[in-house]
């Protein structure tokens, strides 16, 4: 399994990234996807995840209505777009295979992550 994140990096509060996930070395389209965020003071966060065909979607309350999850199959990526970003969304952000829905004791089949950081 290998999933590698894109799209991090340095926004002001009020502004918008949005984040990918290439997956390979699984069957992407029969899994969940998920996206867990990780900061110093908080721990892991779950965020979002969306079914294996796109159809369902949930998300953190922290984040719902600023972030939108979404996928394509044929290109075997996630997404997460986020807008109206706050100082408090500043976290590494994770693609996670399979399906999370509350914050994870410890990581999983995960990428690398990458860095958001929101700050004016």
């Known amino acids: 399994v290998q999933l590698v994140e894109s799209g991090g990096g340095l926004v002001q509060p009020g502004g918008s990234l949005r984040l990918s996930c290439v997956a390979s070395g699984f069957m992407f389209n029969n899994y969940y996807m998920s996206w867990v965020r990780q900061t110093p003071g908080k721990g892991l966060e779950w965020v979002s995840h969306?079914?294996?065909?796109?159809?369902?979607?949930e998300y953190a309350d922290s984040v719902k209505g600023r972030f939108t999850i979404s996928r394509d199959n044929a290109k075997n990526t996630v997404y997460l777009q986020m807008d109206s970003l706050k100082p408090e969304d500043t976290a590494v952000y994770y693609c996670a295979k399979g399906y999370y829905d509350s914050n994870p004791a410890a990581r999983g089949e995960w990428g690398q992550g990458t860095q958001v950081t929101v700050s004016s």
């Open positions: 969306i079914s294996n065909q796109g159809m369902w979607t």
